[in-house]
């Protein structure tokens, strides 16, 4: 009897797991759902819905996300209820994990960046709330992280091995000519409005202005 109680045990883990991975919004609804970047600490989803566009029930851990539109979501959840959800153009959202089916009930078409977080629980870093050089305007804030929107001086600069106690995802909200070299790689040094880069916590790095100012959200992760 245990023998048989430990198979259908086991035997319901690994449909739970498999129904989880279902659940994946790049499994089973890839059409609106695009992998831009992915490592250990997080990964940072494309979200694009046409008007009257529509998914199928899927899971989200937390995450922050970051519309480059106005629009309106309908999220349809599990036990039958829904929720409407209006989500300003260059705000940011923070979203505990969650299983809903989100409809574009707006008459324009949704584009975000979703930054999902993959920590088994939130860090300890400390969040700087003024940066010299950035004009910094907080947007959404939860247990994990932190979005804050930043104008960039055209005289920014960090220097060659600069480094940070915490993650941090970078979006450009204008185009603009910023030298960002991560790591020792190349610097990208063109941006276009909703390009992403990640500079992980630790990680040797330095920002250079092109210039002119520059618009951004900050998503740092503790």
Do not use: C
């Not at 819905?49 to 309106?72: C, E, F």
Request: glycine content about 8%.
């Amino acid at each position: 009897m245990k023998a048989l109680q430990a198979v259908l045990a086991l035997t319901l883990v690994f449909s739970w797991s498999g129904a989880t991975l279902a659940q994946d919004p790049l499994k089973v609804d890839p059409t609106h759902y695009k992998v831009i970047l992915e490592n250990a600490s997080v990964r940072v989803l494309k979200i694009d819905y046409p008007a009257g566009g529509k998914s199928v029930m899927h899971q989200h851990p937390d995450a922050i996300v970051v519309p480059l539109v106005a629009s309106t979501v309908q999220f349809n959840l599990p036990d039958g209820k829904s929720q409407t959800q209006e989500l300003p153009i260059d705000s940011a959202l923070y979203t505990p994990a969650a299983t809903h089916n989100p409809s574009n009930i707006g008459s324009t078409a949704i584009s975000a960046i979703l930054v999902e977080f993959k920590g088994a629980a939130p860090g300890k870093a400390t969040i700087p709330t003024t940066r010299d050089g950035l004009t910094v305007k907080p947007l959404a804030e939860g247990p994990r992280a932190v979005a804050q929107r930043v104008t960039m001086d055209p005289k920014f600069n960090e220097p060659a091995g600069s480094k940070h106690d915490y993650d941090q995802v970078v979006i450009a909200l204008s185009p603009g000519q910023v030298a960002l070299a991560i790591d020792g790689k190349p610097a990208k040094t063109s941006w276009a409005r909703g390009d992403v880069a990640f500079i992980g916590r630790g990680t040797a790095h330095e920002t250079k202005s092109g210039g002119k100012p520059m618009d951004l959200v900050l998503v740092a992760i503790r």
